[in-house]
Structures are given as structure tokens and as C-alpha cells.
């Protein structure tokens, strides 16, 4: 049984942790609400382009001229997986979730006799897969350094991205991040940005009638100058929803932490206050025992 010190000890030790994921609790909040806003701000401009995309799509899928980023290589024999996870940890299961469906989609892949390579942009989910897939990486994108993620973060691993694919280094890419839903739900999504996934473009638009619009130059120049932009934007879109997850998961995980620690402090008082009143009835018993004993 721990002694009377031992327990005060462990009461204060407890009292500062609570302290620590208290103040950690209210500075993810702080940063959830930027966080946030940047990804819903960003989702309307990602949709909108990828619709645009689509439109233009439409008309020179079946050219044989259409850039190589739209209909991407003849095969789909290698994959790149590039997933997208925290440089810090302490935010509960969010790195976690986002590897285990990186490994889904890995581990269906090679089921299909495919090539699988990784890319990681955060260190936990490099740490994390290298323990099961180290022979697979080709490349990691440290953003330990960056305080707030900016297009340009994102417009660098589009443009590695895009000259291993011209290299001929993989056929198809697919994105894995966390889409924010809400403080207490983070989605892993996976995202094919090589070809990309664009939407489905009918002939008319249920939105109105169809319109007929002359491009100059022809579809095939505007989407190879549009699609290495549209591909940084969905990475940035990808990167936005990603640092509003970490935040909510933190925030929730540290919520939890400091409701844990509350607890532990009550039962440790219980277990304090039980021992020292043990203590003084033990005195008690033997001091009348001795004075019965006279």
C-alpha cells in the first residue's frame, strides 16, 4: 500500500498533467476555429474548379491529344500512395485512422498483383507505415517547420508529384488525408488526383440548359495549363482539411485527458484521505491501548 507521501506525490503530479491538457485543450480550440474556416473556405474553389474541369474534360476525353495528367499512363500496373498525416501526436486516434486506411488501400492493391510506392507528407504517418512498408517509400515532405500551411506548401509536393508521374516512376496517384466532418469526426478519404477524380458532366447541366462555349485555345491547351494547378489545389484543399482534424482530434483528445485526470485526482483523494484516517485511528487504538495498559 503507498504511503501517505507517495499518494500526495502522485495527487500533484496528476493536478500538473491536467493543467498541461487543459492549457494544450484551449489552444487547439484557438487554432480548430482558423483551422476550420480555411478548410471551408477552400472546399467551394477545389469544387468549383473540379467541376470546370469536368465540363472541359468532357469534350477531350477521347482526343488523343489530351494532356497525360488527364487521362493519365496506359497502365495502372504502379500506384503512388501519398498520405497525408500530423508532425505531432497527443490528438487522440487521427494519425492512426489515416494510416490504417492508407494500409486498406495499400494492402487491396498488392491483393491485385499491383506496385505500390509511398510518398508521406508528416512525420507520425512515416514513423507509423515504415514499420510495415519500408521497402516501399520513395519520399517523405517534412513540414515540421511550417507554423501555418500555405498554397505553396502544397504547390511543392504537387510539383514533385508530378515530375516522378512524367518520369514514368508510377501510373495512377491516390491522396490520403482526413476530411474534418466536426470536432468529434475526421473521415480518411482517399482521393485519386492521377488521373483525377472529376465529377460526371452530363450533356445539360441540371442546374440549366446546356451552354455551348468557344474556347480559345482548344480544351487540350487549357486543361495541361489547368490541371498541375487544379492537382496543387486539391493537395492544399487535402493539407487545409487535414490541419482542422488534427485540431478537432486534439482538442476532443485533450478534453478527454483532462476529464481523466479529474477522476484519477477524486479517486487518489479517496484512496488519501482513507489511508490517513486509518493512520490516525491506528494512533488512536495505540495510545489508549497504552493508557488501558497502566
Known sequence: MPSLKDLKNRIESVKSTRKITKAMQMVAA????RA?????AARPYAERMNKMLGNLALAAK????????????????????????????????FNSQIVRKSREVIDGLEGNGKTVKILTVGRKGRDQLKRFYAEKFVGHVDLQGVKRIGYDNAAGVAEDISKRFFDGEFDVCTLVFSRFKSVISQIPTPLG???????????????GPSVIYEIEPDE????????????????????????????????????????NAGD??????????RSRQAAITKELIEIISGAEAL
Open 193 to 207: 488526383i492521377i488521373p483525377p477524380e472529376l465529377p460526371e458532366v452530363e450533356e445539360t447541366d441540371s442546374d
Open 264 to 273: 484519477m485526482i477524486n479517486r487518489l483523494n479517496l484512496e488519501y484521505n
Open 220 to 259: 487540350e491547351a487549357v486543361l495541361a495549363e489547368l490541371l498541375p494547378k487544379n492537382m496543387a489545389t486539391q493537395i492544399f484543399m487535402a493539407l487545409l482539411e487535414n490541419a482542422a482534424s488534427e485540431q478537432g482530434a486534439r482538442m476532443a483528445a485533450m478534453d478527454s485527458a483532462t476529464r
Open 30 to 33: 484557438a487554432k480548430l476555429r
Open 36 to 40: 476550420q474556416e480555411s478548410a471551408e
Open 62 to 93: 477521347d482526343s488523343p491529344t489530351a494532356p497525360k495528367l488527364l487521362k493519365g499512363s496506359e497502365s495502372d500496373q504502379t500506384h503512388l500512395i501519398v498520405v497525408c498525416t500530423a508532425e505531432r501526436g497527443l490528438c487522440g486516434g
